[in-house]
């Protein structure tokens, strides 16, 4: 069906995916079960919404790692001001302003002045985690007070026998992909991913662009974080210093979302997020002990990008310069 | 001169405008915002913290600065090629723990440890150079990749032999010292860093294998199109990447003997910090093994300092992000705008103020009444030669001139439509003289001093001379040697035009006036260059008056020539012989009759003039025009003017309307004919003198008959 030239990156996840579904479905009893189809799904739903967040930046030819602390600091204050008094739906807004405000100053960091994405987002996401820990709340992991009672179903709840937090994935993929494909912004996101300077000559107004993209990142990350704190009803925004965030872009990357921009979309994330969920969900029924998990886990992702590597090789000619 | 004048002269005298531009071009300056930021933090934690800039606070913080600045080192060669290394807290980890095992478990000597530890590091680092050098895969990502693998292969070693490590003791006085000891007050593990970031710079910046490195950061496309192995060269940097960070772990296995699980964790963002703070740059080219020092100096002070002040765990993440921000805000917005404010304030104008220039009134009593004399010359080589900026002729009649292509052309006698290249020397070839043994030496723009013999052997004479005490500028190499003479005793005098600008900018370093020019010396004898006259205004031409003890200078941009001895009873001393010519000055010659001729390469303007009054208003043009809509000289109508010693102009030979030699430069005499170049002209001129002696040839004048 595909000839060796179709055989993209995501195609070749993909099939790695239905691949150790097919061998766990053989080998491992009780892992073609609808219930355990729908924990899978539902244990890399957060992965997931990150993911389309990441996704979004790294096509617009950027990367973001401050977008886990922006998730945990944004909802750790949110939930210390619910247990503090303040009404959920205020608290709710305060903190998706927190989420806007990191964005778009990280955004204007980045398109403005002009500072390395990678770089300005690590030291954001620094920044961020410290102000937090000091302004904000004082305690590293917050409870979800019992005033928030009334958002738990974000994280536990499940409408027609799907847990909500995959609906929510769902609906972010969808959003995302709407976005990609049918706002001009979007549009605009991948063309600036695509050549910058050829944007810029066209007359799409870049650093607004590149600030929206940073924003949108933020917001993406505060639904993660709804629903990471309603499921397990804390937040612990130590989370913001752990390798989190590597795991978010091995899932963008893992489904074939090129680094130097403008290529991939959302059904690239998706097919990520699955062959992360299938392995670890294998492996865990299989009790593969966490360390070794992760390093099957590199692995595969090793495999994967070498792969992609030989198949779509770069040319020493066209390569940009700086393209790390 | 008005009051105004002489405080526009004095102002432009004694405020050295000049020397801002020109530290701003050095390429040390890269540093500066770097060594500021240093100082700033260096001051600030010494002005909050009681001690801590006493002697046992910063032996401990040298003992960690040494293990740091390897790792920084680490990071900073691969960033120099173009990638980065994100894997280095890992290796540091498992390094560590190698070590410890090594020494504890297995009790093997230190140096046994020592070399596995190593190899460990270089392997890691290996597959790393494998994946990224010759498969090409993304450094980022891999290296991403193997900071997990490897993170994870220590977690499981740690489940397995933390406990072993822990109970185990090692009994070696080297072990001790390395972790523990000091080399001349200094803790061994900084001293170690000191060494290897010499050791770093040494290499980058002196021998191959480095150059083939900043080129392959620089352009890794060109580097690739000239030749270089660059997948080896990105291969190696990862192995070397690994190794230092091996090391820098062994060192924190000497010092602490403990492996915890938090070993190396988040060091790649630290180190990451470090090297870009130093200056850096993310995507390679830029970067040095100071600049690495440096961030890895300001870096540990922070972390350090924020520890030693108490401040929390928030405050110290909240404090370092912030400060990484300002920096590498304030660092890219200097890199990208340094170039910007160095055009805008390199040229320098200072304040001259020109004597009034003689009538060239047609018809007039005028001595350089304007008349159509070089209406009628013949041509050689139209169109085939590119810029003859200086003609001379040998004893055989052939012609030989210089082109912009870096050749010296060779035309035949008799007729000289025949043309071959004598040699191709490369450069710019100005001026030329005929030395005793008939050695053409050329003063080569861009080169310097060179020696072509009659069998065409090319040998380099000169390219530096004694560099002026506390000039900013490395006035040590020739940039634009102009032209020379050669003395009886076979001294060459050259001129080198301006010690500010390249061949090409000529015309602004005109536009400011300052007088960045010199002549030198350059004794065969001896093999030795020394500078004789400094701040000279564009001095061009050169000619060696028949007394043999001094020279005739020209002065371009002051529209002056002048008489330097070198021997005799007033040797040392400059007398003006013109002081004020209708244009500016070019090559000076012998003319049969004992008198000299000088090429005039343009005609000065009122308004040209009066600017050179106004310094002020020639800074504001050059910062706020664009280059091609400058004041330049009028360099549209070329003259020949005949002089004595005396500075009595004997003859002038125009051409107004500038359709044969709109801009001369050079002018040659030789059997009865003046042979006539043009540094911009592609043509060389021929002109009948009537009155001249049919037999004079240059080289007879100066080295006799044969």
């Known amino acids: 069906?595909?000839?060796?030239?179709?055989?993209?990156?995501?195609?070749?996840?993909?099939?790695?995916?239905?691949?150790?579904?097919?061998?766990?479905?053989?080998?491992?009893?009780?892992?073609?079960?609808?219930?355990?189809?729908?924990?899978?799904?539902?244990?890399?739903?957060?992965?997931?919404?990150?993911?389309?967040?990441?996704?979004?930046?790294?096509?617009g030819r950027g990367i973001d790692l401050s977008l886990v602390a922006v998730m945990a600091v944004s909802l750790a204050w949110t939930l210390h001001m619910v247990a503090t008094g303040v009404p959920l739906a205020?608290?709710?807004?305060?903190?998706?302003?927190?989420?806007?405000?990191?964005?778009?100053?990280?955004?204007?960091?980045?398109?403005?002045?002009?500072?390395?994405?990678?770089?300005?987002?690590?030291?954001?996401?620094?920044?961020?985690?410290?102000f937090g820990r000091y302004f904000l709340i004082t305690l590293d992991v917050v409870y979800l007070p019992d005033a928030a009672r009334s958002i738990v179903w974000i994280g536990s709840g499940s409408f027609l026998g799907i847990p909500v937090p995959v609906l929510v994935f769902g609906g972010v993929c969808l959003l995302g992909a709407l976005f990609l494909r049918y706002v001009k912004a979007g549009r605009y996101v991948r063309a600036i991913g695509d050549n910058l300077l050829a944007a810029r000559i066209t007359g799409i107004p870049v650093r607004p662009i590149i600030v929206m993209q940073y924003a949108l990142s933020g917001l993406i990350g505060f639904v993660a974080g709804l629903v990471t704190a309603t499921s397990v009803a804390s937040m612990n925004i130590r989370v913001a210093n752990s390798t989190f965030v590597?795991?978010?872009?091995?899932?963008?990357?893992?489904?074939?979302?090129?680094?130097?921009?403008?290529?991939?979309?959302?059904?690239?994330?998706?097919v990520g997020t699955l062959l992360i969920g299938v392995l670890i969900n294998g492996m865990t029924i299989m009790d593969v002990q966490y360390t070794v998990q992760n390093v099957i886990k590199s692995l595969i992702l090793l495999a994967a990008i070498v792969a992609d590597t030989i198949i779509n090789p770069r040319d020493e000619q066209t390569a940009q310069q700086g393209d790390i | 001169m008005s009051i105004a004048d002489t405080i526009a002269y004095w102002r432009y005298r004694l405020v050295p405008d000049h020397i801002v531009g020109e530290i701003l071009a050095k390429r040390w300056i890269d540093n500066a915002i770097p060594f500021t930021i240093l100082i700033v933090v260096l001051v600030g934690f010494g002005v909050a913290v009681p001690d801590f800039l006493s002697i046992g606070s910063m032996t401990a913080l040298t003992r960690q600065l040494g293990e740091f600045g390897l790792v920084v080192i680490a990071m900073t060669i691969v960033m120099l090629a173009g990638g980065i290394d994100l894997s280095v807290g890992s290796v540091l980890a498992l390094a560590n723990i190698t070590a410890l095992a090594m020494m504890n478990i297995f009790g093997l000597p230190v140096g046994a440890a020592f070399v596995i530890t190593l190899a460990v590091g270089a392997a890691v680092g290996l597959v790393n150079g494998l994946l990224i050098g010759y498969l090409r895969l993304r450094a980022f990502l891999t290296t991403l990749v193997t900071l997990i693998i490897v993170r994870s292969i220590v977690d499981m070693l740690l489940l397995k032999y933390a406990v072993q490590i822990s109970a185990g003791f090692v009994d070696s006085d080297l072990w001790e010292f390395i972790g523990d000891g000091k080399i001349a007050q200094v803790p061994f593990s900084f001293a170690l860093f000191i060494g290897i970031a010499i050791v770093?710079?040494?290499v980058l910046s002196r021998t191959r294998p480095g150059w083939h490195l900043m080129a392959v950061g620089g352009s890794r496309r060109s580097a690739h199109n000239v030749g270089i192995h660059v997948r080896r060269t990105v291969c190696l940097t990862y192995v070397v990447s690994g190794t230092l960070a091996a090391l820098a772990g062994f060192l924190f296995a000497a010092r602490l003997g403990g492996a915890g699980s938090d070993t190396g964790i988040g060091l790649e963002i630290t180190v990451l910090t470090a090297a870009v703070l130093g200056g850096n740059s993310l995507g390679g080219g830029r970067g040095?093994?100071?600049?690495?020092?440096?961030g890895a100096i300001t870096v540990m002070i922070i972390i350090n300092g924020l520890v030693r002040v108490g401040a929390g765990s928030g405050a110290n993440s909240l404090i370092l992000g912030l400060i990484l921000l300002a920096a590498v805000a304030i660092d890219v917005r200097w890199l990208k705008n340094r170039h910007k404010v160095l055009a805008k304030v390199y040229v320098s104008p200072a304040f001259r103020r020109l004597p009034d220039p003689p009538s060239t009134e047609r018809g007039s009593a005028s001595p350089y009444a304007l008349n159509d004399r070089l209406h009628d010359v013949s041509v050689i080589g139209l169109g085939e030669i590119d810029g003859p900026e200086d003609?001379?002729?040998?004893?055989?009649?052939?012609?030989?001139?210089?082109?912009?292509?870096?050749?010296?052309?060779?035309?035949?006698?008799?007729?000289y439509s025949q043309q071959e290249v004598f040699a191709h020397v490369g450069g710019r070839p100005l001026g030329m003289a005929f030395a005793r043994d008939g050695a053409l030496i050329c003063c080569i723009g861009g080169m310097g001093l060179y020696r072509i013999a009659p069998d065409r052997q090319i040998s380099k004479l000169t390219d530096e001379t004694n560099r002026t005490p506390f000039s900013v500028v490395d006035d040590a190499r020739l940039r634009l040697a102009d032209d020379l003479d050669i003395a009886p005793d076979g001294r060459i005098f050259f001129s080198e035009a301006t010690i500010r600008y390249e061949m090409h900018e000529w015309p602004v370093d005109g536009l400011e006036s300052r007088g960045n020019g010199r002549i030198i010396c350059y004794d065969p004898g001896m093999d030795t260059t020394r500078t004789i006259l400094r701040n000279l205004n564009f001095p061009n031409g050169i000619c060696m008056t028949h007394d043999?003890?001094?020279?005739l200078f020209a002065e371009t941009w002051s529209c002056s020539v002048s008489r330097y001895y070198f021997g005799g009873p007033k040797a040392g001393t400059v007398e003006t012989v013109i002081p004020a010519l209708p244009g500016y000055p070019d090559n000076i010659n012998r003319a049969s009759d004992g008198t000299y001729w000088l090429a005039l390469v343009g005609i000065r303007t009122p308004s040209l003039d009066l600017a050179l009054r106004m310094p002020g208003f020639r800074r504001r043009m050059a910062r706020r025009v664009a280059p091609d809509e400058w004041l330049f000289p009028n360099i549209n109508t070329g003259c020949i003017v005949r002089f004595d010693e005396r500075g009595?102009?004997?003859?002038?030979?125009?051409?107004?309307?500038?359709?044969?030699?709109?801009?001369?430069?050079s002018m040659r005499e030789h059997r009865g004919h003046l042979y006539i170049g043009g540094i911009l002209n592609n043509r060389i001129g021929r002109l009948p003198l009537p009155d001249a002696d049919p037999h004079w040839t240059g080289p007879q004048s100066y080295w006799g008959g044969k």
């Open chain 2, 200 to 202: 770093v710079h040494l």
């Open chain 1, 246 to 270: 590597y795991d978010v872009i091995l899932v963008v990357v893992l489904g074939g979302i090129g680094l130097s921009g403008g290529k991939g979309g959302v059904r690239n994330v998706i």
């Open chain 2, 391 to 415: 003609v001379i002729l040998d004893e055989n009649d052939h012609i030989y001139a210089g082109t912009r292509t870096g050749d010296i052309v060779r035309f035949f006698a008799p007729d």
């Open chain 1, 1 to 59: 069906m595909f000839g060796v030239a179709n055989l993209t990156q995501e195609r070749i996840v993909l099939a790695l995916a239905l691949g150790l579904t097919t061998v766990f479905s053989i080998a491992l009893p009780g892992f073609l079960t609808a219930e355990n189809l729908l924990s899978l799904v539902r244990s890399v739903s957060v992965l997931g919404i990150l993911g389309i967040a990441m996704a979004l930046v790294v096509i």
């Open chain 2, 548 to 551: 043999g003890e001094s020279f």
């Open chain 2, 288 to 294: 040095s093994a100071a600049k690495a020092a440096l």
């Open chain 1, 90 to 130: 205020v608290a709710l807004a305060l903190g998706l302003a927190f989420c806007l405000l990191a964005g778009i100053i990280t955004g204007f960091l980045i398109a403005y002045v002009e500072i390395p994405a990678i770089f300005a987002t690590l030291a954001m996401g620094t920044f961020i985690y410290g």
């Open chain 2, 648 to 665: 009595r102009i004997l003859d002038v030979l125009w051409d107004f309307g500038g359709n044969n030699h709109p801009m001369i430069t």
